[in-house]
């Protein structure tokens, strides 16, 4: 029983996708630019030719080589994306929690900076310090949104410690004399999750989308391939109006199928935490001792985790009205 509901999480199907696809990025993102099989700021004398055999994306209007752009320009989406969400989550985790927690002058001043992190503008931001240090690259983008992208997940984790910190069981973790940050690491946290993954993950998507969306402007240094630079060379020399689509679909398929797998594993820690959706949309679940439960349209079912089935169970008596009994009075009272 332990072991299997230790490995219920990766034998989520939709955990277990999201994993695989964004395992296939981070792998692209180290090895990319050794399988590339092309420099991808090589030109050739193939120009805007279709995929071949030689070009599995075909090329560009100088002939570069769009598979080989692709590969290597994933090295630095998911460097910004992956170092934004863990340096925003963790100050999220720290800030937030730790206001929740502590309370007293401690919320105050921790929530006092979170609401000036909360009306910075991040791409604006961005875009004047990369214009102001344009060799800071894919680093100095990442840092900025760390940076400023914390605080609304800094107020959520907040509101829900707020909730936490009076249940019985941290109570009691206080009466044996546990300290204040192992019941804050092994007691809250655990009951944080699913809302700090779904904060990483929509910090890893904010960072994606910034990230091309600064390229795809030009904004920055466009001598440095991503997927943003890859459309923004597309759109400059109109791809779309000659018809080479294949200069800009496979780029807009790659920000797809991250964006997928991110969200997948966002799906699968929420049905991992919490038992009600793991059920959901099924008609048919196991309960702990395997047996299978049909769901009735309609009903919540409630399963057990005992493994003996329920033979105690008595049948709710009627419910009995009471009829009123006429009343015969006597005709001297009557009158």
Same mark, same amino acid.
């Given at each position: 029983?332990?072991?299997?509901?230790?490995?219920?999480?990766?034998?989520?199907?939709?955990?277990? #996708? $999201?994993?695989?696809?964004?395992?296939?990025?981070?792998?692209?993102?180290? !090895?990319?630019?050794?399988? *590339?099989?092309?420099?991808?700021?090589?030109? $050739?004398?193939?120009?805007?030719?279709?995929?071949?055999?030689?070009?599995?994306?075909?090329? @560009?209007?100088?002939?570069?080589?769009?598979?080989?752009?692709?590969?290597? $320009?994933?090295? =630095?989406?998911?460097?910004?994306?992956?170092?934004?969400?863990?340096?925003? @989550?963790?100050?999220?985790?720290?800030?937030?929690? @730790?206001?929740?927690?502590?309370?007293?002058?401690?919320?105050?001043? /921790?929530?006092?900076?979170?609401?000036?992190?909360?009306?910075? &503008?991040?791409?604006? /931001?961005?875009?004047?310090?990369?214009?102001?240090? &344009? +060799?800071?690259?894919? #680093?100095?983008?990442?840092?900025?949104?760390?940076?400023?992208?914390?605080?609304? +997940?800094?107020?959520? /984790?907040?509101?829900?410690?707020?909730? /936490?910190?009076?249940?019985?069981?941290?109570?009691?973790?206080?009466?044996?004399?546990?300290? %204040?940050?192992?019941?804050?690491?092994?007691? !809250?946290?655990?009951?944080?999750?699913?809302?700090?993954?779904?904060?990483?993950?929509?910090?890893?998507?904010?960072?994606? %989308?910034?990230?091309? @969306?600064?390229?795809?402007?030009?904004?920055?240094?466009?001598?440095?391939?991503?997927? $943003?630079? !890859?459309?923004?060379? *597309?759109?400059?020399?109109?791809?779309?109006?000659? =018809?080479?689509?294949?200069?800009?679909?496979?780029?807009?398929?790659?920000?797809?199928?991250?964006? #997928?797998?991110?969200?997948?594993?966002?799906? =699968?820690?929420?049905?991992?935490?919490?038992?009600?959706?793991?059920?959901?949309?099924? #008609?048919?679940?196991?309960?702990?001792?395997?047996? %299978?439960?049909?769901?009735?349209?309609?009903?919540?079912?409630?399963?057990?985790?005992?493994?003996?089935?329920?033979?105690?169970?008595?049948?709710?008596?009627?419910? %009995?009205?009471?009829?009123?009994?006429?009343?015969?009075?006597?005709?001297?009272?009557?009158?």
């Amino acid at each position: 029983m332990a072991s299997s509901q230790r490995f219920r999480f990766a034998a989520n199907a939709k955990a277990a #996708t $999201g994993l695989v696809l964004l395992g296939g990025y981070v792998l692209l993102a180290v !090895i990319g630019p050794w399988i *590339a099989p092309y420099d991808p700021d090589a030109r $050739g004398p193939e120009l805007v030719a279709p995929p071949s055999a030689e070009h599995w994306f075909g090329t @560009t209007h100088l002939g570069q080589d769009v598979f080989s752009q692709v590969l290597v $320009g994933t090295r =630095g989406v998911m460097l910004v994306g992956l170092t934004a969400g863990a340096l925003a @989550t963790v100050l999220a985790v720290l800030v937030g929690v @730790t206001a929740g927690y502590l309370g007293g002058g401690w919320d105050d001043s /921790l929530s006092a900076l979170s609401n000036v992190f909360l009306v910075i &503008p991040a791409l604006p /931001l961005i875009i004047i310090v990369t214009a102001a240090a &344009p +060799g800071g690259g894919d #680093t100095l983008v990442a840092l900025i949104i760390g940076l400023t992208s914390w605080a609304w +997940g800094a107020r959520v /984790l907040r509101a829900q410690t707020l909730s /936490l910190r009076r249940r019985d069981y941290i109570e009691a973790s206080r009466a044996t004399g546990e300290s %204040t940050w192992r019941i804050i690491g092994f007691e !809250i946290l655990p009951n944080l999750t699913a809302i700090i993954a779904s904060g990483f993950v929509g910090t890893v998507i904010f960072a994606v %989308t910034s990230e091309i @969306t600064l390229a795809f402007i030009g904004i920055g240094t466009v001598s440095e391939w991503n997927w $943003g630079t !890859i459309l923004f060379w *597309a759109q400059s020399q109109q791809a779309l109006a000659q =018809g080479a689509w294949w200069w800009f679909v496979p780029a807009g398929l790659a920000i797809a199928l991250l964006g #997928t797998a991110l969200a997948l594993i966002n799906f =699968g820690i929420d049905e991992f935490v919490s038992p009600r959706l793991r059920s959901a949309g099924k #008609t048919t679940v196991k309960t702990a001792s395997g047996r %299978t439960v049909r769901m009735r349209v309609g009903f919540t079912p409630v399963l057990s985790n005992s493994p003996a089935p329920h033979t105690h169970a008595k049948p709710i008596p009627a419910i %009995t009205t009471a009829t009123a009994t006429p009343v015969h009075r006597s005709k001297e009272a009557t009158q």
